[in-house]
């Protein structure tokens, strides 16, 4: 069973984030829909760049992948990439 499927969003489901390596970073980590495609691409790759080094890198990426997060760079991957990996099709 995902681990997070039953846990309530309280301040220990969210612990893990304090170690973060993107706090401080957030603007890299979520694009706006009408982004120019290269300047999110440019913004990606660099939020990749700040995921690589992370501490919580792969508490993230399973978090991110069990709860279905939908938007920004979670654990190294970009939204398309997690859309990719569920099955489904990107719509912004
Ligand atoms: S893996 Fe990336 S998105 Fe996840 S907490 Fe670390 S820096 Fe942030």
């Given amino acids: 069973m995902p681990r997070y499927r039953n846990?309530?969003?309280?301040?220990?489901?969210?612990?893990w984030r304090d170690a973060a390596a993107c706090?401080?970073?957030?603007?890299l980590f979520?694009?706006?829909e009408d982004e120019v495609k290269g300047e999110r691409r440019k913004k990606e790759?660099?939020?990749?760049?700040?995921?690589?080094?992370?501490p919580v890198f792969d508490t993230c990426r399973t978090f991110a992948?069990?709860?279905?997060?939908l938007y920004g760079?979670?654990?190294g991957l970009t939204e398309?990439?997690?859309h990719r990996?569920?099955?489904r099709h990107r719509t912004g």
């Fill in 65 to 69: 992948l069990e709860t279905k997060e």
């Fill in 80 to 82: 398309a990439e997690r």
């Fill in 45 to 54: 790759d660099e939020a990749k760049e700040v995921c690589a080094v992370c």
């Fill in 73 to 75: 760079v979670w654990g």
């Fill in 7 to 15: 846990l309530e969003p309280t301040a220990d489901f969210w612990s």
């Fill in 23 to 27: 706090i401080g970073h957030e603007d």
């Fill in 85 to 87: 990996i569920a099955g």
């Fill in 30 to 32: 979520y694009s706006l």
